[in-house]
């Protein structure tokens, strides 16, 4: 290095060699590893839920009834479950609906198929979600 950028106070701070913000840098570098840190954790915690349904089929059964079958997926066995089931008829209205009281389910992954009223013809159900 140069003898002049050495002793010369301006050039040694335009080359950024004197480092008088050590501590600013640091508590920056700390800032970032906690939010990266943070955002991996959410991202594995709420990518794996404790308890998760899928809707797997439905049927028509009759102008006022649909056959849904789903599957539940539990991280440990709960003593009671309620899954709530919707029917849609073609406007997209909700035409029935039930909670499906599970009681002391003995898997953590299991299917169940329930059989919903309608109050006229359903195009479509689905499981808006258990807790």
């Known amino acids: 290095m140069h003898p002049d950028i050495q002793n010369n106070p301006k ?15 640091l508590i920056i570098v700390l800032i ?21 349904s899928q809707l797997i089929a439905y049927q028509n059964v009759g102008n006022n009834q649909i056959k849904v079958t789903y599957q539940v997926k539990s991280k440990k066995i709960k003593t009671q479950i309620t899954c709530r089931l919707v029917a849609r008829d073609i406007y997209r209205n909700i035409v029935g609906e039930t909670n499906d009281l599970i009681d002391k389910p003995n898997q953590k992954i299991f299917t169940r198929t329930i059989t919903l009223n309608t109050l006229s013809p359903a195009v479509n159900a689905d499981v808006v979600g258990c807790e």
Do not use: Q
């Open 11 to 25: 050039l040694r701070a335009r080359y950024g060699l004197d480092h008088k913000n050590n501590g600013l840098v």
């Open 32 to 52: 970032v590893t906690a939010l990266i840190s943070w955002l991996i954790w959410s991202a594995t915690y709420y990518s794996n839920p404790k308890l998760s």
